[in-house]
């Protein structure tokens, strides 16, 4: 298992830019999954993005074009970099992991993944 702290969310504006960082600790390689999941006030946690160890990535419909998941295996660390945001996008942002070479058919399911942070919180206004 590995341990995940997220940082980087705030309030911005709509239209406006923001980018989400996740560290990653402990016993940590690179054959990991990485996702990043959102839950707004009310709403199930949903699907964002996800990144295997070959660098595919995967995103939900509504971020498509907007959302752009990246890693830096030798910093260990995961990023959401975020564009054109929109007050649909405001919500509890939470990085995760699974130990996979790649990211299965699954990774929209929240049981796909073993590992999270505890979120951090983006409002657009």
């Known amino acids: 298992h590995v341990q995940l702290v997220e940082s980087g969310g705030g309030p911005v504006q709509a239209g406006e830019s923001l980018k989400l960082s996740c560290e990653v600790s402990g016993y940590f390689y690179s054959r990991y999954c990485m996702a990043w999941f959102r839950q707004a006030t009310g709403k199930e946690r949903e699907a964002v993005a996800a990144i295997d160890v070959g660098g595919s990535t995967k995103y939900a419909d509504s971020v498509k074009g907007r959302f752009t998941i990246s890693q830096d295996n030798a910093k260990k660390t995961l990023y959401l970099q975020m564009n054109s945001l929109k007050s649909d996008d405001t919500a509890m942002y939470y990085c995760?992991?699974?130990?996979?070479?790649?990211?299965?058919?699954?990774?929209?399911?929240?049981?796909?993944?073993?590992?999270w942070g505890p979120g951090t919180q983006v409002t657009v206004s």
């Open positions: 995760a992991a699974v130990e996979k070479d790649f990211c299965p058919r699954t990774w929209t399911v929240e049981m796909t993944f073993g590992d």
